[in-house]
């Protein structure tokens, strides 16, 4: 199985800020089967990023992805107060999908 | 654009099955370049890949979850379905069906289920 390791567990800010976050995979992605999810509490997760760097439909330009092989970043350019929330990170290049264990986004 | 809604018992027994179906609306089960999955989420944790299935192929499976899942579609009502059997209490989640091509890009609600006796 592909683990993903995300960091860090939990990432404080402020609105206007820059979030960064990581995902580390056990093994390389191929194809950079790679995507990003938000979500809220009492919400479904949101499909942000597919394909490690393609915005999904409708999703602000401020999210942007990045990385190839076993090492991908989700940045927030500037923190809307929308988005504290939980990310996850997932792999859908390998069965079983494996899902990242998530980082939290809250305000400092 | 594509809806999805889980429907099932809320409360399931230790040792029975669980099966829960997910009504499609807005879209075509059977229409290519999708795959229809079942995820869940532990109370306060993260996401679980449970498996998925394309309308035309065989399904994949969780291999955690040992041979006790099956998933299925079943196109004239345009649902997908999900059969967990010998449940235990760590089946107790919140199931989500998604639907899946570059990512998971739509999701139901998800329905809360509770393995106690």
């Known amino acids: 199985d592909i683990v993903l390791t995300q960091s860090p567990g939990t990432l404080s800010l402020s609105p206007g800020e820059r979030a960064t976050l990581s995902c580390r995979a056990s093994?390389?992605?191929?194809?950079?089967?790679l995507a990003w999810y938000q979500q809220k509490p009492g919400q479904a997760p949101r499909l942000l990023i597919y394909?490690?760097?393609s915005r999904a439909t409708g999703i602000p330009d401020r999210f942007s992805g990045s990385g190839s092989g076993t090492d991908f970043t989700l940045t927030i350019s500037r923190l809307e107060p929308e988005d504290f929330a939980v990310y996850y990170c997932q792999q859908y290049a390998n069965s079983p999908i494996t899902f990242g264990h998530g980082t939290k986004v809250d305000t400092k | 654009q594509v809806q999805l809604q889980e429907s099932g018992p809320g409360l399931v027994k230790p040792s029975q099955n669980l099966s829960l179906t997910c009504s499609v609306s807005g879209g075509s089960i059977s229409s290519g370049g999708h795959y229809w999955s079942w995820i869940r989420q532990h109370p306060g944790k993260g996401l679980e890949w449970i498996g998925h299935i394309f309308y035309s192929g065989s399904p994949y499976y969780n291999p955690s979850l040992r041979g006790r899942v099956n998933i299925s579609v079943d196109t004239s009502r345009n649902e997908l379905s999900l059969k967990l059997s010998s449940v235990t209490d760590a089946d107790t989640a919140l199931y989500y069906c998604?639907?899946?091509?570059?990512?998971?890009?739509?999701w139901g609600q998800g329905i809360p289920v509770t393995v106690s006796s």
């Open positions: 093994q390389s992605v191929t194809r950079n089967y």
């Open positions: 998604a639907r899946g091509a570059r990512g998971t890009d739509s």
């Open positions: 394909g490690a760097s």
